[in-house]
């Protein structure tokens, strides 16, 4: 077996917990869709060419509203931007790739895979060269799984019209918390997502799910506020030692 | 497929990928300041946490239930502390769940 090869598998292997969390998600996404009145092959049709989860979650919930399509894919839009901030942060270990790699890893970015990834690119343990390989692997494993979930709830969507009340989309929160807590081991990390989680509650009735993208912009700087008191109290702490 | 839905999934597709693809196609055009390099740390946690807390809080997608009845709030409040405790995803996702049906279950004949 070839080095390439087994970073791949490797990648697809570290993925099979959140393709465990996608399951349930992508099977109520598929019934969900044909609950709201989208043709099976546009159902597929979306999860083969746009691969964004809660994007696609939003967009058939706006479709049964009866909202027009500007409406739709400007909130696609502000949902998606999210992926810009995984991309900046995984372009450092991207750009020295050709296009014809960026391009394929770009499509296929999705919240599960960049966890995986970052974490797997940031472990100094394992050499640099195939760890594209392992990005590669990680992708196909949930784009694979996403669209089998998706078939699998259309068809289902069909036979038992009551699924999309079962409660499968907490599947979606265990996972991100299982993805997130572990993470929450410094001060500036728990800041982070503390205020996050009051940003994105208290902004929550702004439209095209603003709060989402503003909620992350605050944790965020917060995180980086947090950090930098954090390393002038150490030094403070230092100087009195002295 | 309805010119509607062509119309849907190339722009959803498209927007999609442009967001995606940006700052991987300039590359070795793009640099960041150490500033930038330090806040991109804390876009997991960030990003992931605000969809988490109003998934929980608000079921609905409406209003607050901060109640015993709600069992998304119930089952994320114990996938936390699995998540704290083991930090093993699949015993998050598989305990969380357990949880969660659980939960709604009994509430039903409790509340």
New interface residues.
Partial sequence: MSARFQAALHGARDT???L??AL?FGIIFGTLAVASG??L??TL??SL????G???FI?VSL?ASGAG?AV??LT??IV?????????????F??HLP?RW??P???W?T?ES??VV?HHYHDAQTPMTHKHWYFLGSCLAMYSNWFACTLTGALLGHALPGMAGW?L????????????????RTR??LV??L???V???VA?PLPYKL??ML???????A??VA?RLNARERLEVADEQL | ??S??V???????L???G???????A??R?R?SP??S?????????????????????PDGQR?QLSLDN??LI??LI??LI??RW????????G??LA??LW?WLAQGLF
């Fill in positions: 099979i917990p959140m465990v969390g349930p989208l043709s092959g546009a049709a979306m060419l746009v691969f964004a809660s994007a696609q967009a479709v399509l739709i894919l696609t839009f998606n931007l999210r992926h810009m901030l995984y991309s900046a942060s995984l372009l450092p991207v750009r296009q960026r391009v890893l770009a499509f970015l919240d960049y966890a970052q409660g989309d907490f599947a979606m929160v265990a996972t991100f918390i299982g993805i997130v807590v572990p993470m929450l500036p990390m982070a997502a205020v996050a989680a940003v994105a509650l929550h709060g989402l909620a992350a912009l605050l944790g965020v700087a995180g980086v950090e | 497929m309805s509607f839905e119309a849907l999934i190339a722009g959803m597709a927007i999609t990928f967001i995606r693809y940006v700052l991987f196609a590359g070795h793009v960041f500033l930038v330090q806040a991109l740390g804390y876009v997991p946690v960030a990003v992931l946490t605000a969809i988490i807390v109003p998934a929980m809080v608000m607050w069992a998304y089952g994320g996938a936390i998540a704290a930090r093993n995803l699949l015993a998050t996702i598989g969380g769940m969660f049906f709604r």
